[in-house]
């Protein structure tokens, strides 16, 4: 039968070492380089390449193009659910204990909050980026990204200008998902992630750091990410 084929095809290509190890890493939600899954599985990337081209075909993996890389990530919660019920029926518990990549920037200040031209990125952009998602002010995904009504309001409130954004003549996409070098996972560029993060310097919530595109978050910051965003670790 059709399902019984496509279950040992699946179970065939998760079976696998490499592949098993490259899944495993991506559990965490980030998306990689094939090279960076090759060293988590420890098989060069010529043979990532081809393990990663089966599991994409097989709807395991999404991949994602960026400036000049290519990053794949799990297709889909229920790929992430599927790999975490055969660890836990292999192993009778859950799958907490993924390969570990270490990815963009060694600086502890850089990872916790930068720009990305003239966005913000980092820990701090993929937290606001979560943030508005979560309260249902934006949708966000690899394909883009589209501002809600009540996303509408809670920037109008915030101090941006929207209806100037709207107007503007530029041909720069309003709202677009970037990929963030270090967490891999989305924060928001385009036209509304340049706002967000020049209102946020001009309320005074960030400071530039000397020489760097870090940005240190001042006392002012920690209060309004909190109030305004509900973030609290930054």
């Not at 980026?129 to 309260?135: F, G, M, N, P, Y």
């Not at 009504?149 to 970037?178: H, K």
Request: charged residues 25%; hydrophobic residues 45%; proline residues 3%.
């Amino acid at each position: 039968m059709l399902s019984d084929s496509l279950l040992a095809e699946t179970a065939a290509l998760v079976g696998d070492p490499a592949r098993a190890g490259m899944l495993l890493a991506l559990m965490d939600g980030r998306a990689l380089t094939a090279g960076e899954l090759a060293r988590a599985a420890g098989i060069t990337p010529q043979t990532a390449s081809g393990h990663l081209a089966k599991l994409a075909a097989a709807g395991l993996l999404a991949t994602q193009r960026q400036g000049r890389h290519r990053y794949h990530r799990l297709a889909s919660p229920t790929v992430a659910q599927m790999l975490e019920s055969i660890m836990e029926a292999g192993t009778g518990r859950r799958a907490d204990a993924c390969h570990t990549v270490v990815t963009g920037p060694r600086e502890r200040a850089m990872r916790a909050a930068r720009t990305c031209w003239d966005h913000l990125a980092g820990e701090l952009g993929v937290a606001l980026a979560d943030s508005l998602v979560a309260h249902g002010r934006l949708d966000l995904s690899p394909e883009g990204g589209a501002l809600t009504d009540a996303g509408a309001v809670f920037f109008q409130d915030f101090g941006l200008d929207l209806d100037d954004m709207a107007r503007s003549p530029s041909g720069r996409a309003f709202c677009r998902p970037c990929l963030d070098w270090s967490e891999r996972r989305l924060h928001v560029g385009g036209r509304l992630g340049a706002a967000l993060a020049a209102r946020c310097f001009a309320l005074g919530w960030l400071r530039r750091c000397d020489g760097s595109r870090a940005v240190s978050v001042t006392e002012a910051g920690r209060r309004g990410f909190r109030d305004a965003f509900g973030i609290r670790d930054v």
